[in-house]
């Protein structure tokens, strides 16, 4: 059975199992499944085969027989994402899952801008890559469901992080009103303060894989 795989990934997104897939630069293991690391075009590479002289049989010349699940990066190849794009700008609505980027933290808010409407299936059909980045906003009391008194914005969100919220209300004439209080909402690729591309180890922290130091932020469950 062939797997079908998204046109685009983004960090956290679920892309098959890890049997009979191994994964690959790009992506990591989690509870049995392979995941995107970072976000850009999947991929799959089938292990070459050879014939054998002495047996006459076809042998795999690759040190294991999976299948390799791979990403692409977008930065060096920004031609993944031109077909993507619509000429007509894709609008948010009530309700629209988007993945945002975090552009500036205040004491009752997180400004973001939002740069994916829609990411279960990217097309033009009300969902796909914004070619103008919406500006959103993230209230203190939308982070999380439970404690909402006790949220500290600065341990929720850092300028530069990749999240994935949802459009609870058009809000007013310059920013889209979005929540992250559900499991699966939050941010979803994070740095560390020294740079450092970082994995989470609970639904309240990500971990620099170098430094092994923690650093708080508002996790998004990986679906």
Same mark, same amino acid.
């Given at each position: 059975?062939?797997? !079908? ?5 983004? =960090?956290?997104?679920? $892309? ?5 897939? !191994? ?5 990591? &293991?989690?509870?049995? !499944?392979?995941?995107? !690391? ?41 031609? #993944? $994402? ?8 894709? $609008? =948010?609505? @009530? ?5 945002? +980027? @975090?552009? +500036? ?13 829609? *990411? ?20 203190? %009391?939308? #982070? ?10 600065? %341990?929720?969100? +850092? ?24 499991? %699966?909402?939050?941010? &979803?690729?994070?740095?560390? *303060? ?20 923690? %650093? ?8």
């Amino acid at each position: 059975m062939t797997l !079908s795989l998204p046109r685009l990934a983004y =960090p956290g997104l679920l $892309l098959g199992p890890s049997s009979p897939y !191994s994964p690959g630069p790009g992506t990591h &293991i989690y509870k049995s !499944s392979i995941y995107a !690391s970072i976000a850009g075009q999947p991929t799959i590479a089938h292990p070459s085969s050879s014939l054998n002289p002495s047996s006459g049989s076809k042998t795999t010349t690759a040190a294991v027989s999976n299948s390799i699940i791979s990403i692409l990066p977008i930065s060096p190849a920004p031609s #993944i $994402l031109s077909p993507l794009v619509s000429n007509k700008n894709v $609008l =948010p609505a @009530v309700g629209s899952v988007v993945l945002f +980027r @975090v552009t +500036r933290l205040m004491a009752k808010q997180v400004n973001v801008a939002i740069l994916v409407v829609g *990411e279960k299936e990217l097309s033009f059909e009300g969902n796909g890559v914004c070619a103008d980045q919406w500006a959103g906003v993230v209230r203190k %009391e939308d #982070i999380r469901a439970l404690e909402r008194d006790k949220v500290k914005v600065q %341990e929720a969100f +850092r300028v530069g992080d990749l999240g994935r919220g949802e459009v609870i209300s058009l809000g007013d004439q310059s920013n889209y009103y979005l929540s992250t209080a559900k499991n %699966e909402l939050g941010v &979803i690729m994070a740095k560390s *303060e020294v740079g450092n591309t970082m994995f989470p180890i609970s639904w309240k922290e990500f971990r620099d894989p170098i430094t092994g130091l923690a %650093e708080s932020r508002k996790v998004a469950k990986p679906f």
